[in-house]
């Protein structure tokens, strides 16, 4: 079982950043691949960003790619979003995501594990 809490959500105008963390519980998780998805009011959940176990491999949504990103510390259990050059339709709630491997990484229905969400809101 894996257990998630994401954090650093918040209030930024834009062209700011913010960091997104997630805190992750169980010993399985320098094995798992990790995600974080939004989801927007009146829109369907998207995928923002993954990382496989090791953090060699990323792939990023292209409305995001070259301005956020993902990383992680194995020894802190700990996932993280950079997130710069921020735009007011970055504004969402975002997921943190765990999953055994790294496939379907876009699908949500791919993803065991969700966190609760963090607010994130750029104004313009």
């Known amino acids: 079982q894996v257990q998630l809490v994401e954090s650093g959500g918040g209030l930024v105008q834009a062209g700011g950043s913010l960091r997104l963390s997630c805190a992750a519980s169980?010993?399985?998780?320098?094995?798992?691949?990790m995600g974080w998805f939004r989801q927007a009011p009146g829109k369907e959940r998207e995928f923002v960003a993954t990382?496989?176990?090791?953090?060699?491999?990323?792939y990023y949504a292209d409305s995001v790619k070259g301005r956020f990103t993902i990383s992680r510390a194995n020894a802190k259990n700990t996932v993280y979003l950079q997130m710069n050059s921020l735009k007011p339709e970055d504004t969402a709630v975002y997921y943190c995501t765990s999953r055994p491997t790294l496939g379907e990484y876009s699908d949500p229905r791919a993803h065991d594990y969700w966190g609760q969400g963090t607010q994130v809101t750029v104004s313009s």
């Open positions: 169980g010993r399985a998780f320098s094995t798992y691949a």
């Open positions: 990382i496989n176990w090791s953090g060699g491999i990323t």
